[in-house]
Protein backbone atom coordinates (compact mmCIF):
# COMPACT_ATOMS: atom_id res chain seq x y z
CA UNK A 1 0.00 0.00 0.00
CA UNK A 2 1.33 3.52 -0.92
CA UNK A 3 0.15 6.76 0.63
CA UNK A 4 0.54 10.08 -1.40
CA UNK A 5 1.72 12.62 1.60
CA UNK A 6 2.12 15.55 -0.61
CA UNK A 7 1.77 16.97 -3.93
CA UNK A 8 2.50 20.28 -6.20
CA UNK A 9 0.42 21.02 -8.95
CA UNK A 10 0.63 23.46 -11.92
CA UNK A 11 -2.83 24.83 -12.17
CA UNK A 12 -4.41 27.32 -14.48
CA UNK A 13 -7.43 28.73 -13.57
CA UNK A 14 -10.42 31.41 -14.02
CA UNK A 15 -10.22 34.68 -12.11
CA UNK A 16 -13.68 33.60 -10.70
CA UNK A 17 -13.96 31.23 -8.37
CA UNK A 18 -11.58 33.24 -6.35
CA UNK A 19 -8.06 31.45 -4.88
CA UNK A 20 -9.56 31.37 -1.36
CA UNK A 21 -12.57 29.27 -2.91
CA UNK A 22 -10.36 26.90 -4.87
CA UNK A 23 -8.41 26.33 -1.99
CA UNK A 24 -11.20 25.74 0.16
CA UNK A 25 -12.90 23.42 -2.30
CA UNK A 26 -9.62 20.93 -1.84
CA UNK A 27 -9.23 21.01 1.39
CA UNK A 28 -12.70 20.15 1.78
CA UNK A 29 -11.94 16.82 -0.13
CA UNK A 30 -10.22 15.19 3.01
CA UNK A 31 -10.13 15.78 6.50
CA UNK A 32 -6.77 16.44 6.95
CA UNK A 33 -5.89 18.20 4.13
CA UNK A 34 -3.52 21.26 4.38
CA UNK A 35 -3.64 23.25 1.07
CA UNK A 36 -1.27 25.70 0.20
CA UNK A 37 -1.99 28.00 -2.84
CA UNK A 38 0.01 30.61 -4.61
CA UNK A 39 -0.66 32.74 -7.66
CA UNK A 40 2.08 32.60 -9.96
CA UNK A 41 1.16 34.56 -12.83
CA UNK A 42 -2.24 36.84 -13.67
CA UNK A 43 -3.57 37.75 -17.24
CA UNK A 44 -6.72 39.10 -18.13
CA UNK A 45 -8.37 35.86 -17.93
CA UNK A 46 -6.70 33.42 -16.16
CA UNK A 47 -4.53 33.07 -12.82
CA UNK A 48 -1.49 30.25 -12.96
CA UNK A 49 -1.35 28.49 -9.67
CA UNK A 50 0.68 26.03 -7.74
CA UNK A 51 -1.18 24.29 -5.52
CA UNK A 52 0.76 22.34 -2.46
CA UNK A 53 -1.85 19.70 -0.75
CA UNK A 54 -0.47 18.04 2.50
CA UNK A 55 -2.49 14.80 3.89
CA UNK A 56 -1.92 11.28 5.55
CA UNK A 57 -3.38 9.83 2.09
CA UNK A 58 -3.94 12.79 -0.50
CA UNK A 59 -6.82 10.81 -3.16
CA UNK A 60 -5.56 12.78 -6.19
CA UNK A 61 -8.74 11.60 -8.21
CA UNK A 62 -11.00 13.62 -6.18
CA UNK A 63 -8.58 16.87 -5.70
CA UNK A 64 -8.02 16.65 -10.08
CA UNK A 65 -11.99 16.45 -9.72
CA UNK A 66 -12.35 19.53 -7.99
CA UNK A 67 -9.79 21.07 -9.99
CA UNK A 68 -11.86 20.84 -13.15
CA UNK A 69 -15.13 21.35 -11.02
CA UNK A 70 -14.29 24.81 -10.39
CA UNK A 71 -12.98 25.29 -13.94
CA UNK A 72 -9.18 24.94 -13.14
CA UNK A 73 -6.88 22.87 -15.53
CA UNK A 74 -4.45 20.47 -14.47
CA UNK A 75 -1.20 21.53 -16.39
CA UNK A 76 1.38 19.11 -14.24
CA UNK A 77 2.33 17.18 -11.08
CA UNK A 78 5.20 19.17 -10.38
CA UNK A 79 6.46 17.38 -6.77
CA UNK A 80 5.15 14.06 -4.95
CA UNK A 81 5.84 12.38 -1.76
CA UNK A 82 4.24 8.96 -1.11
CA UNK A 83 5.31 7.06 1.66
CA UNK A 84 4.86 2.84 2.11
CA UNK A 85 3.33 1.11 4.57
CA UNK A 86 2.84 -2.65 4.79
CA UNK A 87 -0.30 -4.29 4.04
CA UNK A 88 -2.06 -5.75 7.00
CA UNK B 1 -22.96 22.29 -0.55
CA UNK B 2 -26.92 22.68 -0.53
CA UNK B 3 -28.78 23.64 -3.49
CA UNK B 4 -28.68 27.44 -2.12
CA UNK B 5 -25.33 27.60 -1.47
CA UNK B 6 -24.62 25.84 -5.34
CA UNK B 7 -26.73 28.69 -6.42
CA UNK B 8 -24.84 31.53 -4.46
CA UNK B 9 -21.00 29.36 -6.06
CA UNK B 10 -23.00 29.92 -9.65
CA UNK B 11 -23.87 33.68 -9.30
CA UNK B 12 -20.78 34.38 -7.31
CA UNK B 13 -18.63 32.68 -10.43
CA UNK B 14 -20.59 34.34 -12.87
CA UNK B 15 -20.96 37.87 -11.13
CA UNK B 16 -24.73 37.77 -12.05
CA UNK B 17 -25.70 38.49 -8.38
CA UNK B 18 -26.05 42.38 -9.45
CA UNK B 19 -27.68 41.98 -12.73
CA UNK B 20 -30.33 39.80 -10.71
CA UNK B 21 -30.96 42.53 -8.66
CA UNK B 22 -30.67 45.45 -11.46
CA UNK B 23 -33.52 43.02 -13.40
CA UNK B 24 -35.57 42.77 -10.13
CA UNK B 25 -36.21 46.38 -9.64
CA UNK B 26 -36.34 47.22 -13.13
CA UNK B 27 -38.87 44.76 -14.24
CA UNK B 28 -40.45 45.11 -10.65
CA UNK B 29 -40.94 48.80 -11.21
CA UNK B 30 -42.35 48.27 -15.27
CA UNK B 31 -45.01 45.99 -13.46
CA UNK B 32 -45.84 48.29 -10.93
CA UNK B 33 -45.95 51.13 -13.30
CA UNK B 34 -47.79 49.54 -15.54
CA UNK B 35 -50.60 48.18 -12.65
CA UNK B 36 -50.74 51.91 -11.54
CA UNK B 37 -51.66 53.37 -15.16
CA UNK B 38 -53.98 50.96 -15.96
CA UNK B 39 -55.92 51.76 -12.40
CA UNK B 40 -55.86 55.13 -13.24
CA UNK B 41 -57.23 54.34 -16.67
CA UNK B 42 -59.73 52.77 -15.51
CA UNK B 43 -60.35 55.42 -12.73
CA UNK B 44 -60.87 58.08 -15.04
CA UNK B 45 -62.43 56.36 -17.82
CA UNK B 46 -66.32 55.23 -17.49
CA UNK B 47 -66.99 53.10 -14.52
CA UNK B 48 -66.26 49.23 -15.10
CA UNK B 49 -66.98 45.66 -13.48
CA UNK B 50 -64.48 44.93 -11.12
CA UNK B 51 -64.47 41.65 -12.89
CA UNK B 52 -63.18 43.73 -15.75
CA UNK B 53 -60.54 45.45 -14.24
CA UNK B 54 -59.16 42.35 -12.62
CA UNK B 55 -59.03 40.34 -15.92
CA UNK B 56 -57.44 43.79 -17.93
CA UNK B 57 -54.86 43.67 -15.12
CA UNK B 58 -53.95 40.21 -14.74
CA UNK B 59 -53.69 40.01 -18.42
CA UNK B 60 -51.12 42.60 -18.39
CA UNK B 61 -49.46 41.15 -15.45
CA UNK B 62 -49.18 37.92 -17.53
CA UNK B 63 -47.69 39.03 -20.44
CA UNK B 64 -45.52 41.55 -18.44
CA UNK B 65 -44.14 37.52 -16.87
CA UNK B 66 -43.37 36.11 -20.28
CA UNK B 67 -41.92 39.16 -21.82
CA UNK B 68 -39.68 39.15 -18.76
CA UNK B 69 -38.96 35.29 -18.55
CA UNK B 70 -38.51 35.17 -22.31
CA UNK B 71 -36.74 37.72 -22.66
CA UNK B 72 -34.09 37.67 -20.16
CA UNK B 73 -33.47 34.12 -20.61
CA UNK B 74 -32.68 34.73 -24.64
CA UNK B 75 -30.76 37.61 -23.91
CA UNK B 76 -28.65 36.52 -20.54
CA UNK B 77 -28.09 32.72 -22.23
CA UNK B 78 -26.15 34.67 -25.60
CA UNK B 79 -23.96 36.74 -23.17
CA UNK B 80 -23.20 33.87 -20.67
CA UNK B 81 -22.65 31.23 -23.50
CA UNK B 82 -19.90 34.10 -25.07
CA UNK B 83 -18.53 34.59 -21.92
CA UNK B 84 -17.79 30.75 -21.34
CA UNK B 85 -16.52 30.20 -24.81
CA UNK B 86 -14.33 33.34 -24.26
CA UNK B 87 -13.49 31.82 -20.92
CA UNK B 88 -12.67 28.14 -23.04
CA UNK B 89 -10.35 29.75 -25.25
CA UNK B 90 -8.37 31.99 -22.82
CA UNK B 91 -8.21 28.38 -20.86
CA UNK B 92 -7.81 26.08 -24.04
CA UNK B 93 -10.23 24.15 -22.35
CA UNK B 94 -13.74 22.65 -22.23
CA UNK B 95 -15.44 23.87 -19.40
CA UNK B 96 -19.26 22.19 -20.24
CA UNK B 97 -18.46 19.82 -17.51
CA UNK B 98 -17.26 22.92 -14.99
CA UNK B 99 -19.09 25.05 -12.98
CA UNK B 100 -18.75 27.85 -15.47
CA UNK B 101 -20.65 25.05 -17.92
CA UNK B 102 -23.18 24.83 -15.31
CA UNK B 103 -23.51 28.46 -14.66
CA UNK B 104 -24.24 28.68 -18.36
CA UNK B 105 -26.99 27.04 -18.54
CA UNK B 106 -28.34 27.62 -15.54
CA UNK B 107 -27.91 31.23 -14.62
CA UNK B 108 -30.10 32.20 -17.06
CA UNK B 109 -33.03 30.44 -15.95
CA UNK B 110 -32.60 32.48 -12.71
CA UNK B 111 -32.29 35.77 -13.72
CA UNK B 112 -35.50 34.81 -16.52
CA UNK B 113 -37.38 33.56 -13.09
CA UNK B 114 -36.36 36.75 -11.50
CA UNK B 115 -36.94 38.63 -14.34
CA UNK B 116 -40.72 37.37 -15.03
CA UNK B 117 -41.86 36.74 -11.31
CA UNK B 118 -40.92 40.64 -10.19
CA UNK B 119 -43.22 42.60 -12.50
CA UNK B 120 -45.69 39.81 -11.88
CA UNK B 121 -46.06 39.32 -8.37
CA UNK B 122 -45.69 43.03 -8.01
CA UNK B 123 -48.93 43.24 -10.15
CA UNK B 124 -50.40 40.36 -8.08
CA UNK B 125 -49.79 42.92 -4.61
CA UNK B 126 -51.29 45.69 -6.28
CA UNK B 127 -54.21 43.29 -7.65
CA UNK B 128 -54.80 42.23 -3.89
CA UNK B 129 -57.41 45.45 -3.06
CA UNK B 130 -59.18 43.88 -6.25
CA UNK B 131 -60.03 40.43 -5.64
CA UNK B 132 -60.65 41.34 -2.06
CA UNK B 133 -63.33 43.35 -2.86
CA UNK B 134 -64.24 41.32 -5.81
CA UNK B 135 -64.78 38.08 -2.67
CA UNK B 136 -66.76 40.41 -0.86
CA UNK B 137 -64.68 42.25 1.43
CA UNK B 138 -65.51 45.94 2.21
CA UNK B 139 -62.51 47.72 2.28
CA UNK B 140 -62.22 51.54 3.98
CA UNK B 141 -61.43 52.70 0.48
CA UNK B 142 -62.80 51.88 -3.08
CA UNK B 143 -60.74 49.35 -4.33
CA UNK B 144 -59.28 50.96 -7.61
CA UNK B 145 -57.77 53.87 -4.42
CA UNK B 146 -56.63 50.93 -2.81
CA UNK B 147 -54.95 49.19 -5.58
CA UNK B 148 -53.43 52.85 -6.27
CA UNK B 149 -52.06 53.30 -3.12
CA UNK B 150 -50.59 49.64 -3.20
CA UNK B 151 -48.86 50.60 -6.31
CA UNK B 152 -47.53 53.45 -4.81
CA UNK B 153 -46.41 51.70 -1.58
CA UNK B 154 -45.01 48.78 -3.40
CA UNK B 155 -42.62 51.42 -5.93
CA UNK B 156 -41.82 53.09 -2.50
CA UNK B 157 -40.31 50.19 -1.30
CA UNK B 158 -38.50 49.38 -4.66
CA UNK B 159 -36.91 52.91 -4.02
CA UNK B 160 -35.83 51.65 -0.44
CA UNK B 161 -34.41 48.49 -2.01
CA UNK B 162 -32.41 50.65 -3.83
CA UNK B 163 -30.99 52.88 -1.78
CA UNK B 164 -30.21 49.78 0.74
CA UNK B 165 -27.84 48.18 -2.33
CA UNK B 166 -26.78 51.71 -2.96
CA UNK B 167 -26.03 52.35 0.90
CA UNK B 168 -28.07 55.75 1.17
CA UNK B 169 -30.46 56.90 2.45
CA UNK B 170 -33.36 54.67 1.82
CA UNK B 171 -36.11 57.61 2.32
CA UNK B 172 -34.66 59.65 -0.19
CA UNK B 173 -34.08 56.81 -2.37
CA UNK B 174 -37.78 55.87 -2.27
CA UNK B 175 -39.19 59.32 -2.25
CA UNK B 176 -37.07 59.49 -5.80
CA UNK B 177 -38.73 56.20 -7.07
CA UNK B 178 -42.36 57.45 -5.12
CA UNK B 179 -41.69 60.96 -7.39
CA UNK B 180 -41.71 58.70 -10.67
CA UNK B 181 -44.52 57.30 -10.13
CA UNK B 182 -46.46 61.04 -9.14
CA UNK B 183 -44.77 62.37 -12.71
CA UNK B 184 -46.42 59.05 -14.38
CA UNK B 185 -50.17 60.02 -12.37
CA UNK B 186 -50.09 63.36 -13.48
CA UNK B 187 -48.68 62.60 -17.64
CA UNK B 188 -51.90 59.85 -16.78
CA UNK B 189 -54.21 62.31 -16.15
CA UNK B 190 -53.15 64.85 -18.36
CA UNK B 191 -53.74 63.08 -21.15
CA UNK B 192 -56.26 60.83 -19.77
CA UNK B 193 -58.61 64.58 -19.80
CA UNK B 194 -57.19 65.75 -22.85
Known amino acids: ?88 | MNILQHIGFLLRITGSHGIMRRYFVVNGFDGALTMLGLMLGFLLSAPTELSVVISACLGAAIALGVSGVSSAYISEGAERRRALTRLEEAMITDLQESAHGKATRWVPMLIALVNGLAPFLISMLILLPLWLAKAGLILPIAPLYAAIGMALILIFLLGVFLGQIERVSWVVSGIKTLLVALVTVVLIVLFASA
Open chain 1, 1 to 88: MVFVKRIVLDVLKPHSPSALEFAQAIAAIGADYHVHLTVIEMDENTETLQIEVKGGAIDFERVQNAISDMGGSLHSIDEVETQGAKDK
